[in-house]
């Protein structure tokens, strides 16, 4: 089954899935945002960079820190790495994740977050942090589940740094029926280049030529100024401490063929967007179908553990949301996991790079990577 366009695939998905609300259209469109943040966390996943990422953690404003801002995900250095197993008991709380540890991070100074790994109901919390502390370094320790058993859980235990050296931010709007382009587009828009160009060191400047370069402090407060795409290829392959230690590599994705631009010419919008993030990634009308049929509408057997979570979700009766970003029933998420990895070279095809021009889904790929695999803490980066 295809479809046309996002539209068309919102109609389906109001009428099959969403038809007992009173706004079926607005609800299908807030669950397509979802997905779209489901997609991109769990292609960062079999990427392998489930360790690094932290989900809506507040970042400060490049030089202006008492100005922070959420984004849907931030991938940070990683300071201590520590696998552990408990014995299979629910919940699996941040107490006792703590005390598991305390042997490995004897009285460190750690304040305790509330937060639960997994509930009695097996909700997995992605990502879970469980604690922080401000010295010697700001930073948050963090939990993700490997496996489970009868007998016990099996979990990696990360320190990550609170600076994070990439950030991803997905934007997705609606269009209201009669309507070309939904009403708060340019506010997203405007919204998300904003938090793009505050978080990270490295400035765009363009020149009256439409030229753009690129603008960093190097060694104290001297100004250092090179073709945009030329600086950025610099800053990322070195291990110079003043130019990766307040650098985030922004990265948005966006969704939504027709609101964003037409097939003939980029629209206002995007065009801000386009400008503002390093990379800016378009997910295709045609994949975000291909996962909602796979998922929903044809499913695939081995999704049916997922597509059951996010019927239980958003049906009238639901008691409690167990398909978002933060909070997964544990069964989808291991099949989620799979379909991902097993398929991630076909998933990577269902988006398109918008800027920078000639990029490519790999490119994005491999500098996060170069990023994630410098020696930040014994390198003296951070």
Known sequence: MTYQSVDQLQKV???????????????SGRALGTLVEIITFYLLKSWGFENSVAIER??????????THNVEYSLHPILRHYELSLPANLPVTSTRLLKAIE?????????????????????????CIFAKRDNPYPSYLSANLISTSSSEFVITILEQHSKPYAMFEC?????????????????????????????????????????????????????????????IAEIIGSNKRDLLKDFILT?????????????????????????????????????????????LLEPKPLLEP??????????????????????MDYEADQVLQTYFRDNVKRIEKWFNIIAPKNGTIQDVHLQISQLRDKNWKKAHLL
């Open 306 to 327: 997922a597509r059951n979570a996010f019927l239980a979700s958003y049906m009238a009766e639901k008691k409690k949301n167990s398909f978002t970003k933060v909070q």
């Open 58 to 67: 507040p970042l400060a404003e490049y030089g202006n820190p008492d100005i």
């Open 251 to 295: 990265v948005g994705v966006v969704s939504n063929h027709g609101n964003w631009f037409t097939s003939d010419n980029h629209n206002k919008e995007l065009k801000v967007l386009a400008q503002s993030y390093d990379w800016l990634i378009f997910l295709t009308d045609s994949g975000l179908a291909e996962f909602i049929t796979e998922l």
């Open 103 to 127: 042997n490995v991070f004897p009285a460190e100074g750690f304040e305790k977050y509330a937060n639960t790994l997994l509930t009695s109901g097996m909700i997995l919390r992605n990502s």
């Open 13 to 27: 998905l109001a009428t099959q899935v969403f038809h007992y609300t009173q706004d079926s259209k607005k609800a």
């Open 171 to 231: 934007k997705r709007v609606g269009v209201e029926e009669g309507m070309k382009k939904g009403p708060q587009t340019i506010e997203k828009a405007k919204q998300g280049a904003y938090v793009a160009k505050a978080v990270s060191s490295l400035y765009k400047v363009r020149l009256p030529s439409g030229e753009l370069r690129g603008l960093i402090y190097n060694s104290g407060d001297k100004i250092y100024s090179k073709p945009y795409a030329e600086l």
